[in-house]
Protein backbone atom coordinates (compact mmCIF):
# COMPACT_ATOMS: atom_id res chain seq x y z
CA UNK A 1 0.00 0.00 0.00
CA UNK A 2 1.58 3.19 -1.07
CA UNK A 3 2.19 5.93 1.83
CA UNK A 4 2.73 9.17 1.43
CA UNK A 5 5.07 11.34 4.14
CA UNK A 6 5.74 15.02 3.98
CA UNK A 7 8.02 16.45 6.22
CA UNK A 8 8.10 19.13 7.50
CA UNK A 9 4.53 19.39 9.00
CA UNK A 10 4.67 23.02 9.62
CA UNK A 11 7.20 25.49 8.76
CA UNK A 12 7.49 29.25 9.64
CA UNK A 13 9.82 31.52 7.72
CA UNK A 14 10.38 35.06 7.11
CA UNK A 15 9.65 36.84 3.51
CA UNK A 16 11.69 36.54 1.20
CA UNK A 17 13.37 32.97 1.84
CA UNK A 18 14.16 30.25 -0.43
CA UNK A 19 12.55 27.07 1.29
CA UNK A 20 12.05 23.23 0.36
CA UNK A 21 9.29 21.16 1.31
CA UNK A 22 10.18 17.55 1.17
CA UNK A 23 7.47 14.60 0.14
CA UNK A 24 8.55 10.74 0.62
CA UNK A 25 6.57 7.55 -0.83
CA UNK A 26 6.72 4.03 -0.40
CA UNK A 27 6.21 2.54 -3.69
CA UNK A 28 8.04 3.99 -6.65
CA UNK A 29 5.70 2.61 -9.10
CA UNK A 30 4.29 5.92 -9.66
CA UNK A 31 3.04 7.39 -13.03
CA UNK A 32 3.26 10.63 -11.42
CA UNK A 33 3.39 13.04 -8.50
CA UNK A 34 1.30 16.25 -8.19
CA UNK A 35 1.69 19.00 -5.49
CA UNK A 36 -0.48 21.32 -4.87
CA UNK A 37 -1.53 24.21 -2.68
CA UNK A 38 -4.49 24.59 -0.21
CA UNK A 39 -5.59 27.41 1.48
CA UNK A 40 -7.87 27.37 4.83
CA UNK A 41 -11.57 25.57 4.33
CA UNK A 42 -10.59 25.72 0.30
CA UNK A 43 -10.49 23.69 -2.46
CA UNK A 44 -6.92 22.11 -4.21
CA UNK A 45 -4.95 24.28 -6.46
CA UNK A 46 -2.93 22.19 -8.69
CA UNK A 47 0.66 23.70 -8.95
CA UNK A 48 2.99 21.32 -10.29
CA UNK A 49 2.81 18.06 -11.43
CA UNK A 50 6.00 15.83 -13.22
CA UNK A 51 5.72 12.35 -14.87
CA UNK A 52 7.35 9.43 -13.99
CA UNK A 53 9.98 10.07 -16.16
CA UNK A 54 11.01 13.29 -15.86
CA UNK A 55 13.38 14.82 -13.34
CA UNK A 56 11.78 18.32 -12.49
CA UNK A 57 8.78 20.49 -13.57
CA UNK A 58 9.49 24.73 -13.00
CA UNK A 59 6.63 27.49 -12.78
CA UNK A 60 7.52 30.63 -11.95
CA UNK A 61 9.15 30.96 -8.38
CA UNK A 62 8.56 27.06 -8.07
CA UNK A 63 10.43 24.11 -8.81
CA UNK A 64 9.68 20.73 -8.22
CA UNK A 65 12.00 17.79 -7.99
CA UNK A 66 11.32 13.71 -8.01
CA UNK A 67 14.07 10.85 -7.70
CA UNK A 68 11.45 7.88 -8.05
CA UNK A 69 14.09 5.61 -7.36
CA UNK A 70 14.59 6.73 -3.84
CA UNK A 71 10.70 7.51 -3.58
CA UNK A 72 11.06 11.22 -2.55
CA UNK A 73 10.43 14.68 -4.69
CA UNK A 74 10.81 18.22 -3.14
CA UNK A 75 9.13 21.79 -3.48
CA UNK A 76 11.47 24.23 -3.83
CA UNK A 77 9.79 28.01 -3.48
CA UNK A 78 12.54 30.83 -4.38
CA UNK A 79 12.08 34.05 -3.02
CA UNK A 80 8.69 33.66 -0.73
CA UNK A 81 5.86 35.82 -0.06
CA UNK A 82 3.35 36.22 2.61
CA UNK A 83 0.90 34.95 -0.40
CA UNK A 84 2.41 32.17 -0.46
CA UNK A 85 1.59 31.03 3.61
CA UNK A 86 -1.07 28.05 2.94
CA UNK A 87 -0.51 24.14 3.23
CA UNK A 88 1.36 22.23 0.51
CA UNK A 89 0.20 18.90 -0.01
CA UNK A 90 2.16 16.35 -2.43
CA UNK A 91 -0.06 13.23 -4.32
CA UNK A 92 1.05 10.32 -6.43
CA UNK A 93 -0.91 8.53 -9.23
CA UNK A 94 0.24 5.26 -9.06
CA UNK A 95 0.90 3.14 -11.85
CA UNK A 96 -1.94 3.66 -14.49
CA UNK A 97 -2.93 6.54 -15.96
CA UNK A 98 -6.36 7.94 -14.58
CA UNK A 99 -5.31 5.65 -11.08
CA UNK A 100 -6.41 7.24 -7.98
CA UNK A 101 -3.97 10.17 -5.77
CA UNK A 102 -2.62 9.26 -2.61
CA UNK A 103 -1.91 12.33 -0.69
CA UNK A 104 0.45 13.46 1.79
CA UNK A 105 -0.59 14.91 5.14
CA UNK A 106 0.75 18.52 3.85
CA UNK A 107 3.56 21.10 5.04
CA UNK A 108 1.53 24.21 6.60
CA UNK A 109 3.25 26.84 5.36
CA UNK A 110 3.69 30.59 7.07
CA UNK A 111 5.47 33.24 5.52
CA UNK A 112 6.05 36.29 7.78
CA UNK A 113 5.88 39.68 6.50
CA UNK B 1 -9.93 28.85 -17.66
CA UNK B 2 -12.51 26.21 -17.02
CA UNK B 3 -12.84 24.88 -13.67
CA UNK B 4 -14.48 22.43 -11.92
CA UNK B 5 -17.71 23.63 -9.70
CA UNK B 6 -19.55 22.04 -6.92
CA UNK B 7 -22.87 22.34 -5.53
CA UNK B 8 -23.59 22.99 -2.25
CA UNK B 9 -21.19 24.54 -0.86
CA UNK B 10 -22.18 23.63 2.63
CA UNK B 11 -24.94 21.22 3.63
CA UNK B 12 -26.24 19.73 6.89
CA UNK B 13 -28.10 17.12 7.05
CA UNK B 14 -29.64 14.41 10.02
CA UNK B 15 -27.70 11.03 10.93
CA UNK B 16 -29.68 8.29 8.59
CA UNK B 17 -30.97 11.07 5.61
CA UNK B 18 -29.74 10.62 2.19
CA UNK B 19 -27.68 13.32 0.92
CA UNK B 20 -26.82 14.17 -3.09
CA UNK B 21 -23.47 16.25 -3.34
CA UNK B 22 -23.38 17.55 -7.20
CA UNK B 23 -20.14 18.15 -9.43
CA UNK B 24 -19.57 19.46 -12.68
CA UNK B 25 -16.23 18.83 -14.50
CA UNK B 26 -14.13 20.17 -16.88
CA UNK B 27 -16.00 19.90 -19.77
CA UNK B 28 -13.91 17.37 -22.28
CA UNK B 29 -12.43 15.65 -19.32
CA UNK B 30 -13.07 12.16 -18.85
CA UNK B 31 -11.96 10.73 -16.15
CA UNK B 32 -14.16 12.01 -12.79
CA UNK B 33 -13.04 11.72 -9.21
CA UNK B 34 -14.57 11.84 -5.61
CA UNK B 35 -11.82 12.49 -2.73
CA UNK B 36 -12.46 13.30 0.77
CA UNK B 37 -11.18 15.36 3.61
CA UNK B 38 -12.44 14.95 7.25
CA UNK B 39 -11.05 17.78 9.48
CA UNK B 40 -7.07 17.89 10.44
CA UNK B 41 -6.79 14.85 7.94
CA UNK B 42 -5.45 13.23 4.82
CA UNK B 43 -7.20 13.74 1.59
CA UNK B 44 -8.75 10.53 1.11
CA UNK B 45 -9.67 8.47 -2.26
CA UNK B 46 -12.92 7.89 -2.39
CA UNK B 47 -14.25 6.19 -6.20
CA UNK B 48 -12.71 7.29 -9.80
CA UNK B 49 -15.41 7.35 -13.18
CA UNK B 50 -14.32 6.73 -16.84
CA UNK B 51 -16.48 5.48 -19.61
CA UNK B 52 -19.52 5.56 -17.67
CA UNK B 53 -18.42 2.79 -15.09
CA UNK B 54 -16.60 2.78 -11.75
CA UNK B 55 -13.05 2.30 -12.45
CA UNK B 56 -11.65 2.11 -9.16
CA UNK B 57 -12.83 2.31 -5.36
CA UNK B 58 -11.64 2.32 -1.99
CA UNK B 59 -12.52 0.70 1.40
CA UNK B 60 -14.38 3.49 2.32
CA UNK B 61 -16.48 3.62 -0.67
CA UNK B 62 -19.21 1.00 0.58
CA UNK B 63 -22.93 0.17 -0.31
CA UNK B 64 -23.90 3.45 1.56
CA UNK B 65 -21.96 5.35 -1.73
CA UNK B 66 -23.06 5.60 -5.11
CA UNK B 67 -21.61 7.68 -7.90
CA UNK B 68 -23.60 8.92 -11.14
CA UNK B 69 -23.72 10.84 -14.18
CA UNK B 70 -26.90 11.40 -14.74
CA UNK B 71 -26.05 13.78 -18.05
CA UNK B 72 -23.56 14.90 -20.31
CA UNK B 73 -22.26 17.37 -17.73
CA UNK B 74 -23.03 16.50 -14.31
CA UNK B 75 -21.35 13.92 -11.69
CA UNK B 76 -22.81 13.18 -8.54
CA UNK B 77 -22.40 11.15 -5.57
CA UNK B 78 -24.74 9.75 -2.90
CA UNK B 79 -24.47 8.63 0.02
CA UNK B 80 -27.59 6.52 0.85
CA UNK B 81 -27.77 7.15 5.13
CA UNK B 82 -25.71 9.38 6.64
CA UNK B 83 -23.87 8.54 9.51
CA UNK B 84 -21.47 10.93 11.77
CA UNK B 85 -18.47 9.89 10.35
CA UNK B 86 -19.56 10.75 7.01
CA UNK B 87 -18.76 14.52 8.12
CA UNK B 88 -15.88 15.79 5.70
CA UNK B 89 -14.83 18.22 3.16
CA UNK B 90 -16.13 16.32 -0.49
CA UNK B 91 -13.75 17.05 -3.70
CA UNK B 92 -14.78 16.48 -7.01
CA UNK B 93 -11.87 16.32 -9.67
CA UNK B 94 -11.74 15.65 -13.46
CA UNK B 95 -8.87 14.46 -15.39
CA UNK B 96 -8.36 15.22 -19.63
CA UNK B 97 -5.25 14.54 -21.15
CA UNK B 98 -2.70 15.52 -19.94
CA UNK B 99 -2.25 14.09 -16.50
CA UNK B 100 -2.95 16.51 -13.98
CA UNK B 101 -6.47 16.23 -11.53
CA UNK B 102 -8.40 19.48 -10.98
CA UNK B 103 -10.36 19.74 -7.99
CA UNK B 104 -13.38 21.42 -7.51
CA UNK B 105 -14.05 24.19 -4.50
CA UNK B 106 -15.60 21.56 -2.24
CA UNK B 107 -18.64 20.55 -0.38
CA UNK B 108 -18.64 20.67 3.04
CA UNK B 109 -20.97 17.98 4.88
CA UNK B 110 -22.12 18.42 8.38
CA UNK B 111 -24.11 15.18 10.06
CA UNK B 112 -25.83 15.49 12.93
Known amino acids: KQEVTQIPAALSVPEGENLVLNCSFT??????LQWFRQDPGKGLTSLLL?????REQTSGRLNASLDKSSGRSTLYIAASQPGDSATYLC????????????FGEGTQLTVNP | EPEVTQTPSHQVTQMGQEVILRCVPI?????FYWYRQILGQKVEFLVS????????KSEIFDDQFSVERPDGSNFTLKIRSTKLEDSAMYFC??????????FGPGTRLLVL
Open chain 2, 93 to 102: ASKGNPETQY
Open chain 1, 27 to 32: DSAIYN
Open chain 1, 50 to 54: IQSSQ
Open chain 1, 91 to 102: AVMRGTSGSRLT
Open chain 2, 27 to 31: SNHLY
Open chain 2, 49 to 56: FYNNEISE
